[in-house]
């Protein structure tokens, strides 16, 4: 009987390697990931509670300050400064500091997530490190430090929803666009307490492929993991992990990627998705380019070769909050960010932003915001009468030209589509 | 006699407590408890009395990792969450804190504000003369709760729940 991608890593972390959907497993982690805003309780947990003096080994821990980055008030600053005291005392290696990006690309492009690790994280986007087929999982502060103390936590090995894409995308068209059909089509409970595979992205680059991996968490998912095959798989892939042909699935989905049209997630729940077509003439307010799962190099080029010699619309604001320092320095160096600046745009310090509503672009009452991120949650970004819709970043570019909700292809003329294609 | 606070389907974590209220956007003395449901049901923090149930839809608890959440509903003094599908970090956190989880669904059976008994050790809700009996949760659950979480349940123990002694 073959293994699932989760079946196989979780074996392997358990020393077990026989382990089948169902089973309690003691897994030792090869990273654990705490950012800014759960730190603070999380060493506190450590401490105070569980009487654990350091950190069981200060160079499979990473320590990241994302979530509001820089410090919005004093009372965080303060936060900011203890975390970074206590990263000095317990000697932990990894701190990626104001700028340095969100965790889930940070760490991959540090080389710190590589196939087949076991990695949690104190965010439900850690599912995000499956963009390089680790098994990625969220926890709350007291798992974290469970995890700090041990080296170790427990999991039930999951079953897994097979997510099958075949085809490529039509111009427009992008992995956003198959992550929001995948919400979509399983709801937003459709993964809970299992896995989810991708296959059939061989193409994507694995930024591409941490949009994939960050929406597992959206239908529920433990783990989000996409297929170590093709373009994206830059990482040296272990030899035990592979696609194994009689794997059990709970259930297997397919998506014909080129009969796929933009879809949008509209408000207040992930799986609210539509055809745009079906969206109506919605007016924006916002357009926010940002997050981990389309904040990336690769995001803001795409609305870039949109936005070229074009402005935004009036009375339309559009905020770029890259994921990391390096798609940033990227963006900076080939001509993206001053064709997104020329258009209009303005540009955050990498982070999170105003994903979870604490600052740089959080929304006013009735405000109307296209968002290439995660969640549309009411109040998520900030007043609960706010609209959020979900939306890839070539959507969220033809609509910051128009100032409604657009498909890029009536942004863009027939010369341009055959270029974008 | 604790009140039932019924709840719809899907409720996330950010209806639960937004990230605006997290306790590190807080002042250091401010209790995150007094920002349970604060703007997705008001009136619940600055009624809810210790040993209050929430009775709730399918996928109670999904979004993000935030254990102030589950956090802000311990320190209401909720005394157990019945839905018909928890998701699981929130279902992870409840347990780490020792929040009394019933993963069964009985919306049909009580309405928000009535006045029930609640026998935990038996899982038994009494609603009037209806008795609704909660199915037993596994053992190595009640073993957690029963310790008041999963930090004294390890300091005891030693070892993860569920995973062999």
Redesign the interface.
């Known amino acids: 009987m073959g293994q699932t991608f989760a079946e196989q890593i979780l074996g392997h972390a358990s020393g077990r390697s026989d382990v089948q959907a169902g089973d309690?497993?003691?897994v030792n982690v090869d990273l654990v990931m705490m950012h800014?805003?759960?730190s603070?309780?999380i060493i506190e947990?450590l401490h105070n509670?569980?009487?654990a003096e350091r950190v069981w080994d200060r160079d499979k821990v990473a320590v990241v300050i994302d979530?509001?980055a820089p410090a919005a008030?004093v009372?965080?600053a303060e936060?900011q400064q203890q975390v970074r005291r206590w990263v000095a005392q317990q000697g932990i290696s990894h701190l990626f500091d104001v700028g340095r990006g969100i965790s889930h690309p940070v760490l991959i492009e540090e080389g710190l997530v590589q196939p087949g690790m076991l990695v949690i994280?104190?965010?439900?986007h850690?599912t995000g490190y499956g963009a390089a087929a680790a098994f990625g999982s969220?926890?709350?502060?007291?798992?974290i430090a469970?995890a700090l103390a041990t080296g170790?936590?427990?999991f039930?090995v999951p079953e897994t929803v097979r997510v099958n894409a075949v085809g490529n995308f039509q111009p427009g068209v992008s992995v956003k666009d198959f992550g929001l059909w995948a919400a979509r089509t399983l709801r937003?409970?459709g993964a809970?307490?299992q896995s989810v595979e991708w296959h059939g992205v061989d193409f994507l680059s694995w930024r591409e492929r941490m949009t994939l991996a960050t929406l597992s968490i959206e239908v529920?998912a433990?783990a989000g993991i996409v297929a170590p095959t093709g373009l994206g798989a830059e990482h040296p892939v272990p030899e035990w992990l592979r696609v194994e042909a009689d794997a059990s699935y709970s259930r297997v989905v397919e998506c014909d990627l080129s009969t796929l049209e933009p879809q949008v997630s509209v408000p207040h729940?992930v799986d609210n998705v539509v055809d745009l077509a079906d969206v109506g003439r919605v007016a924006v307010d916002v357009v926010y380019l940002g997050t981990c799962t389309n904040g990336h190099y690769e995001d803001m080029a795409a609305a870039a070769s949109i936005l070229k010699g074009r402005r935004l619309a009036p009375n339309v604001r559009m905020i770029v909050v890259p994921a990391s320092s390096e798609s940033l320095h990227r963006a900076a160096s080939d001509g993206t960010l001053a064709t997104l600046l020329a258009a209009g745009a303005t540009i955050g310090t990498p982070g999170c932003g105003a994903c979870?509503?604490?600052h740089m672009g959080?929304l006013a009452p009735d405000e109307v915001c296209v968002f290439t991120g995660n969640?549309n949650?009411?109040?998520?970004m900030?007043s609960?009468g706010a609209n959020i819709y979900l939306a890839s970043p070539e959507v969220a570019a033809a609509t910051a030209v128009t100032g409604y909700i657009t498909h890029p292809r009536n942004v863009l003329d027939s010369t341009e589509q055959a270029v974008f294609a | 006699m604790p009140r039932i606070w019924v709840f719809g389907n899907d409720v996330n974590t950010d209806q639960m407590v937004p990230g605006r209220y997290a306790p590190y956007m807080l002042g250091a003395n401010d209790d995150v408890r007094r920002y349970a449901f604060i703007e997705a049901r008001p009136d619940f923090a600055p009624n809810v009395e210790p040993g209050d149930l929430i009775i709730a839809g399918p996928n109670f608890g999904c979004g993000s990792s935030r254990e102030y959440a589950p956090l802000a509903l311990k320190r209401c003094g909720v005394g157990a969450i019945i839905a018909p599908l928890f998701a699981r970090i929130f279902f992870r956190n409840a347990l780490n804190l020792g929040i009394p989880c019933f993963t069964t669904d009985i919306r049909e059976q009580v309405a928000d504000g009535d006045l029930v008994d609640f026998d935990l050790a038996a899982g038994l809700i009494t609603n009037n003369a209806n008795q609704i009996q909660l199915p037993p949760p596994e053992g190595w659950m009640r073993e957690v709760w029963a310790e008041g979480g999963i930090v004294p349940f390890y300091r005891r123990h030693g070892r993860f729940p569920a995973t062999g002694a």
């Open positions: 309690m497993v003691v800014d805003s759960l603070p309780s947990t509670e569980l009487g979530h509001v008030t009372r965080q936060q994280g104190s965010d439900s850690s969220g926890m709350g502060t007291t798992d469970l170790q936590t427990w039930r937003a409970d809970t307490y529920g433990k729940y979870i509503g604490r959080v969640r949650f009411r109040g998520r900030g609960p």
